[in-house]
């Protein structure tokens, strides 16, 4: 059983379903049925129905277990070299500015490997290799200090919503006035 945050079944648990898998395949050898081989080893129907045509398409070995499903997309030796890629940073790679996006890092792992990775996926396995997020400790030397202060003065206070007036309230669903 696959989970939501990104776990999958243990190695031990890969195993088992492989060794039911390859007893259903030593029934398939003497005749059983699919109903009778999902009796046996108390599973579907379905997972025997499929069972049996992968068994038919390409013998026991198609039975046996295909790894991990979370197994990464980049190996070892690629990662190295998108460190590489990476170091040698943005602007060699054609964008206009020094900061590295996971956007960009996408595209550049698209360009360069032939791979498609989700942007949390991304973030995964940076982290996992020890890259973490950064925030500029200065602000940036192109700021526009006027307009910055200009869009603060005119643009927020119609953005903003106003706040709420505090006062009595009443935990009721009928107000209190209208009884």
Wanted: aromatic share 8%.
């Amino acid at each position: 059983m696959r989970y939501p945050q990104g776990g999958g079944l243990t190695a031990e648990r890969r195993a088992f379903r492989e060794y039911i898998r390859m007893q259903a395949a030593e029934l398939f050898t003497l005749g059983h049925d699919n109903a009778a081989v999902a009796r046996q080893l108390r599973v579907s129907v379905r997972s025997v129905q499929r069972w049996r045509q992968a068994w038919e398409n390409g013998g026991t070995s198609a039975l046996e277990s295909q790894g991990p499903a979370s197994r990464p997309r980049l190996s070892e030796a690629l990662f190295e070299v998108l460190e590489q890629e990476l170091a040698k940073g943005p602007v060699a790679h054609g964008w206009p500015d020094q900061t590295w996006t996971l956007a960009r890092i996408r595209t550049l792992i698209g360009s360069r490997f032939h791979k498609g990775m989700t942007l949390s996926a991304i973030a995964q396995m940076l982290h996992r290799h020890g890259f973490s997020h950064q925030v500029p400790a200065r602000r940036a030397v192109e700021r526009d200090e006027e307009a910055v202060t200009g869009w603060v003065k005119e643009a927020w206070p119609q953005v903003e919503t106003p706040w709420r007036h505090s006062g009595p309230g009443c935990a009721s669903k009928t107000r209190p006035g209208s009884r």
